[in-house]
């Protein structure tokens, strides 16, 4: 029936491109649990360096880099602040909760994606043998494809560490958000030099994504980041922290079963990721507003204008009504996308404009079914 797949539940279902499978073939590798890995630590140097901070630690999974990062910070019958739409609190099994014993206390966000400052600091605890221990201010970024507000980043950071707080960002799409932001700010006009060949836009328009990343990581003690999202891996995460905290880190990895041997085979790929995948995350925005427009089109739909690569679809009135068989009807098209809470759409490296409109054409034929 039809020609190819169009996988929109996730931007982690990329395939490594062949130029990645390359890379990936040959990295030279060690035992990584002996630090013995060429290539992961020089992944480990370069994603740390990159985001501004002494260390990281290379890790198998985004749910495992959270883990490390709470359990480093906070100890047995501390807490950890964070948003009820949280991945480290709502997606990931409570594991903060059941192998740190580290008690979540969620708050709800705004609708930009923001905590109320003030909903923060009520909730910080005063030092009282009745309640746990505040320890930790847990944010996301991008959260549900939204960035977040820079300004609320530095004053939501700064009140955690007037309350003596530590603070970690669950940065799974950290380079989202700096593509968007970077695109946000100035145009990038590429200086001549004297004698040289022009610098590429390609390449300043990468350390623009890259300053923009590190500017946002600056506000946080911890980062973690996916290279297995929209930076097109096959598995990885990095969690970034000081020289100390990423001890503790290593510690915990290890205690979690994430030692991995001739890791530095994923490592590869991921610092083809950061070579090769970064400034596109700009298509997959562009790729997200065009599948946008494109539904909001259809009548009962209520789309939510993505910031980045996340397009989420609301039923409204006689739509929502005949929703329920519409991710059967898209499957059976070739076309799939998830239906959890709302109906989600993800764009990423293996989709394209031609992928996205029969999409959109395939919900269209759904609502036009007598
Ligand atoms: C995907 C994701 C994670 C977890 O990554 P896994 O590699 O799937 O464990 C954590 N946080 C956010 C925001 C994510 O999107």
New binding site residues.
């Given amino acids: 029936m039809h020609e190819s797949l169009v996988d929109l539940r996730?931007d982690?279902v990329t395939q490594p491109t062949p130029a990645m499978r390359a890379a990936m073939m040959a990295a030279p590798l060690g035992d990584d649990v002996f630090g013995a890995d060429p290539t992961v630590n020089a992944l480990q140097e370069r994603i740390a360096a990159l985001l501004g901070f002494e260390a990281a630690l290379f890790v198998?999974?985004?749910?495992?880099?959270?883990l490390c990062g709470i359990l480093a910070h906070c100890g047995r019958g501390d807490e950890y602040i964070v948003g009820q739409q949280?991945?480290?609190y709502r997606?990931?099994g409570g594991g903060a909760a059941v192998f740190g014993s580290v008690q979540p206390q969620p708050l709800d966000h705004a609708p930009d994606g923001t905590l109320p400052l003030a909903q923060i600091e009520a909730a910080i605890k005063p030092d009282d043998a009745h309640f746990a221990r505040t320890r930790l201010l847990a944010l996301?970024n991008?959260?549900g494809g939204k960035v977040l507000p820079m300004d609320w980043l530095r004053d939501a950071t700064a009140l955690a560490r007037k309350h003596g707080l530590a603070t970690h960002l669950?940065g799974?799409?950290l380079f989202n958000a700096a593509v968007a932001q970077s695109q946000q700010s100035k145009p990038v006009r590429p200086e001549p030099v004297e004698g040289l060949a022009p610098a590429s836009t390609s390449s300043a328009r990468t350390d623009l994504v890259f300053e923009e990343a590190r500017r946002i990581a600056g506000h946080f003690d911890s980062v973690?980041v996916?290279f297995?999202?929209g930076l097109g891996a096959p598995v990885g995460?990095a969690l970034v922290g000081s020289r100390e905290f990423i001890a503790r880190a290593h510690r915990i990895r290890k205690m979690a079963g994430g030692g991995m041997r001739q890791a530095g085979l994923l490592a590869a790929a991921a610092l083809h990721a950061l070579d090769h995948h970064v400034e596109r995350l700009a298509e997959d925005h562009a790729l997200a507003r065009r599948l946008a427009q494109g539904l909001a089109a259809i009548p009962g739909l209520r789309v939510e204008a993505p910031q980045t690569n996340i397009v989420f679809v609301d039923l409204e009135g006689e739509a929502a009504a005949r929703g329920a068989g519409l991710i059967d009807h898209l499957k059976a098209q070739g076309i799939l996308a998830t239906g959890l809470y709302r109906l989600r759409f993800v764009t990423h490296l293996d989709v394209d404009a031609a992928g996205v409109d029969r999409a959109v054409a395939a919900v269209r034929g759904f609502f036009a079914q007598a």
Avoid: F, I, V
């Fill in positions: 996730s982690t198998p999974t985004g749910t495992q880099s959270n949280q991945h480290c997606w990931e996301e991008t959260l669950d799974a799409r973690s996916c297995s999202k995460s």
